[in-house]
């Protein structure tokens, strides 16, 4: 039977770390600050109404849930991502149903 060659193998001269030491976010104490910065909106369809802007974010080239916006509910702003719209209501992607009669006005972030 033919002899065949060894393989190569190179030393291992440091301390190995495989998936001994691992990063929980639970465990620790991590704090995230919140910090409001001045938002970018898309003053492209300022002039539309409502219903006109949500026709506008259906009809774009990517897909709806990727656009960021912020919904003007009463008095209360929701920054979220659109989901889709069913008959008079938008789905959110936080699963929340928002009537579209209720919704004052939407700002498209960049």
């Given at each position: 039977m033919k002899k065949l060659?060894?393989?190569?193998?190179?030393?291992?001269?440091?301390?190995?770390?495989?998936?001994?030491?691992?990063?929980?976010?639970l465990k620790e104490d991590v704090k995230i600050e919140k910090t409001k910065e001045n938002k970018k909106y898309n003053?492209?369809?300022?002039?539309l109404?409502?219903?006109?802007?949500?026709?506008?974010l259906i009809n774009q080239n990517s897909y709806i849930f990727n656009t960021r916006v912020i919904l003007y509910i009463d008095k209360e702003e929701k920054e979220c991502q659109i989901a889709g719209v069913v008959n008079n209501h938008i789905i959110t992607m936080d699963n929340e149903i928002i009537a579209i009669d209720d919704v004052k006005d939407i700002k498209i972030l960049k």
């Amino acid at each position: 039977m033919k002899k065949l060659p060894k393989i190569y193998q190179n030393e291992l001269k440091g301390k190995v770390h495989t998936n001994k030491e691992v990063f929980d976010s639970l465990k620790e104490d991590v704090k995230i600050e919140k910090t409001k910065e001045n938002k970018k909106y898309n003053n492209n369809y300022d002039k539309l109404t409502v219903r006109e802007k949500i026709k506008e974010l259906i009809n774009q080239n990517s897909y709806i849930f990727n656009t960021r916006v912020i919904l003007y509910i009463d008095k209360e702003e929701k920054e979220c991502q659109i989901a889709g719209v069913v008959n008079n209501h938008i789905i959110t992607m936080d699963n929340e149903i928002i009537a579209i009669d209720d919704v004052k006005d939407i700002k498209i972030l960049k």
